[in-house]
């Protein structure tokens, strides 16, 4: 192997590593901001277990309906 291509390739291998390494730091940047969480739609459950109650039957939730909610981490002000 030549010297041109050993330092082509090495080249090559650092221009690669140094683009993956500044993805990752790019695709979570806003994740630190705002971080969605999903809560349980308290309205939604009232509402089926109210119109349960009027016909005399019991709800038991196994996987609660959940609605997203995006809280963030830092006040903007």
């Keep these: 192997m030549s010297r041109l291509d050993r330092f ?3 080249l090559f291998l650092a221009v690669l ?3 993956c390494a500044s993805t990752r730091t ?3 940047a806003d994740k630190v901001l705002m971080q969605p969480r999903s809560d349980v739609d308290a309205v939604y459950v009232g509402y ?3 119109i349960a109650k009027q016909r005399g ?3 038991m939730w196994v996987n609660p309906p959940k609605k ?3 809280a963030s981490v ?3 002000r």
């Design 68 to 70: 997203r909610v995006s």
């Design 8 to 10: 082509s390739s090495a």
């Design 26 to 28: 790019a695709s979570t």
């Design 74 to 76: 830092a006040s903007a």
């Design 17 to 19: 590593l140094s683009g």
């Design 57 to 59: 039957t019991e709800v």
């Design 48 to 50: 089926v277990n109210a």
